[in-house]
Every structure is written in structure tokens, then in C-alpha cells.
């Protein structure tokens, strides 16, 4: 994209390398920062450096928490002795979004992948395990269908089962190789109330 500003350009190439931000939206934002009133964009930045230099991991669940422990964890309201195992945070707020489950979540960081070298000790598995020593009824295996995904749900089902845990699978309605983060609520809801006990 051509255009008379070399500082303007500098930002549209900052843009573009934003997740799901193509050449054309990247462009429309510049515009938009350029032409926004300061205390605007002050605001915007300012955020943007509160987020970098406060997030944290919740030290329970690892989904992204201004404190140790995340509002979900720390909810007295949630079910605690039921646990749905995702692949990432994107996952985690797709099923919050629903709105219908009630207990905790626990946030692998990914999926096993032998081809990426992702491996069990790549993902939060030990510290999944460690949580089972507390009294959990259930483990609601919620990674994608994708072929990572069920080989992490097969690989956490061989490993949880023998300790007389419920494990149980997401049902189908998420697309094979769907992201759950893409699928939409109702198919979510539905996944969830027919899960599958493994
Ligand atoms: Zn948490």
C-alpha cells in the first residue's frame, strides 16, 4: 500500500501482524489512529502497556488472570470437583460465553503434536494431574476434534482413568478439525450436555 506518511506505513506493518488483521483492515485502523483525538489513542495504548506489564497466568487453571489466581478459580459459586480440560483461553471464553457450565477449566497450552514436537511435557499435564489428588468427580475432555486434539483426549483419558476418575469426551456438533472457538453457542451447549463418559 502506497501512501504519503513513511511513520503511517511504519504502523500499518505493526497492524498486519496482528491475528485475523489483513492488509485492508490494517490500513482502515491506521487511518482511524491517525485522524482519532490523542486522548483516544492515549487510552488505547495505555491499556495495551497495563496488559503487558500486569497479566499473569492463574497458577490453578493457566488461563491469563490480573491476579494468581483467576475470577473463575477464586468463584465460590463454581463447581471446583469439575474440571473441563481445553486446548487454549480462546476455548475457555468460547464455552464461558455459553454461560450453562458451572464448574473450573484447566488450560493444557496446546495440543499434543509429534510433527510440531509438542510432547506431553510441552503442555500443562503434570499440573492437570496434580489437581486430580484434590477430591474431582469429573474431567470434561473439551480439546478440538482435530487429530491433535483426540490424541491428547486419548493420551489425558488413558492417563486419568485408572485413578476412578469420570472422564468424559465432548460430544460431536464441533466440526471434525473444528476450532472450538469458532463454533457457535448453541452446538457448544449441545457438545457439552451430550458429552460422552470414555
Ligand atoms: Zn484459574
Known amino acids: 500500500m502506497i501512501n504519503s506518511s513513511e511513520n503511517l506505513q511504519r504502523l500499518i506493518k505493526e497492524l498486519e501482524n496482528l491475528p485475523g488483521v ?6 482502515r ?13 492515549e487510552s488505547l495504548v495505555n491499556a495495551i502497556n497495563i496488559v503487558r506489564d500486569n497479566i499473569k497466568k492463574c497458577k490453578i487453571c493457566f488461563c491469563l488472570s490480573d491476579d ?4 473463575i478459580c ?3 459459586n ?10 487454549n483461553e480462546r476455548d475457555m471464553i468460547a464455552y464461558e ?3 450453562e457450565y458451572k464448574g473450573v477449566y484447566h488450560i493444557l497450552g496446546g495440543a499434543l503434536s509429534p510433527l510440531l514436537g509438542i510432547g506431553p511435557n510441552e503442555l500443562k499435564i503434570k499440573e492437570l494431574m ?3 489428588s484434590a477430591d474431582v468427580e469429573e474431567v470434561i475432555l473439551a480439546t478440538n476434534s482435530s487429530v491433535e486434539g483426540e490424541t491428547t483426549a486419548t493420551y489425558l483419558m488413558k492417563l486419568i482413568k485408572p485413578l476412578n476418575i469420570k472422564v468424559s469426551r465432548i460430544a460431536s456438533g464441533v466440526p471434525v478439525g473444528g476450532d472450538i472457538e469458532n463454533v457457535d453457542e448453541v452446538t457448544l451447549l449441545r ?3 451430550g458429552r460422552l463418559v470414555l
Request: glycine fraction near 6%; aromatic fraction near 2%; proline fraction near 2%.
Open 22 to 27: 489483513g492488509r485492508k483492515s490494517a490500513g
Open 191 to 193: 457438545a457439552l450436555n
Open 97 to 99: 460465553n455459553v454461560g
Open 74 to 76: 477464586s468463584n465460590e
Open 78 to 87: 463454581r463447581n471446583k470437583k469439575q474440571i473441563m480440560v481445553v486446548e
Open 29 to 41: 485502523l491506521a487511518y482511524h489512529i491517525a485522524n482519532a483525538p490523542k486522548e483516544k489513542i
Open 130 to 132: 496434580a489437581r486430580l
Open 68 to 71: 494468581d489466581i483467576c475470577n
